[in-house]
């Protein structure tokens, strides 16, 4: 099919085959933890080949662009039904299935923290997901504690998944190739895990935190101060990229008395 990619889709097709292979093998549960799998904007279809060939009829497709579901269909005649033409933020997915489900893809890199946002929206439902972003972006998310990238995304996801950077994928895999490299990334829920505090709350205090980094946390969460006498001054001391996931938590939970 002769196609010209959109960039208002941010469309970068995956060409290289062995990627997909690589991409599809990072992916652990099929099978054993749920019962399907979306994969988010299929494009032209070379990892789709390579899922379809493995999962069969437990796949989903997620692509927004009308023009390229015909022959997404074509291709792959026994999952039409459930080729969903939608933008991925919109989308229910329990609409689909009832059960566990994997989330994989190349992302669409001007919307992939969105992605990754509503992947904890849904973390009941999603047990894993492998997906490939701007590698800044997948960096970022699966940074420890203590180095520059560390922000509000590291911690937010951090506090839900076990996070592992996977490998690089170099610009010329793509057409049209993208200006930055891409690096696939793997994030595996935390099982048996009960937030100890409110999430909505968890949210604010890290938000707070890393929007005034270069402050302590005494000072970027002032706001909260007739509560501090409950925690340990030299975590007011700290700096929020100072700060592991474990211990958001522990400043939500002791933060929210009284607020």
């Not at 290289?16 to 279809?45: H, K, V, W």
């Not at 459930?82 to 190349?106: C, P, S």
């Not at 998944?161 to 010329?172: D, M, P, S």
Request: with cysteine; net charge neutral; glycine share 6%.
């Amino acid at each position: 099919m002769s196609y010209t990619p959109k960039k208002h889709f941010g469309q970068h097709f995956l060409r290289d085959t062995n990627i997909a292979l690589r991409i599809c093998d990072s992916l652990t549960g099929m099978g054993t933890e749920y019962d399907a799998l979306f994969e988010i904007g299929p494009g032209q279809g070379v990892l789709t080949q390579t899922l379809y060939e493995r999962f069969g009829t437990k796949l989903h497709l997620v692509e927004i662009d009308e023009d390229l579901i015909p022959d997404l269909k074509r291709k792959y005649p026994l999952i039409k039904e459930n080729i969903i033409q939608e933008d991925v933020l919109e989308v229910d997915f329990k609409k689909y299935t009832a059960g566990q489900f994997g989330i994989i893809g190349n992302f669409p890199y001007n919307i992939s923290s969105q992605i990754i946002f509503q992947i904890i929206e849904n973390r009941e439902s999603i047990p894993e997901m492998v997906g490939m972003f701007q590698k800044e972006v997948g960096q970022r998310v699966v940074s420890p504690p203590g180095n520059k990238v560390y922000g509000l995304i590291s911690a937010w996801v951090q506090a839900f998944y076990e996070v592992k950077y996977l490998f690089t994928v170099n610009e010329g895999s793509f057409h049209p190739a993208p200006k930055v490299k891409s690096g696939v990334i793997r994030l595996t829920r935390r099982e048996n895990f009960h937030l100890d505090c409110n999430e909505k709350f968890l949210l604010q205090v890290i938000k707070q935190s890393f929007n005034q980094r270069r402050k302590t946390l005494r000072n970027s969460l002032k706001q909260f101060s007739t509560n501090f006498a409950q925690i340990d001054p030299a975590l007011l001391d700290k700096r929020p990229e100072q700060l592991g996931y474990e211990e958001f938590i522990y400043l939500a939970k002791t933060l929210e008395v009284g607020n």
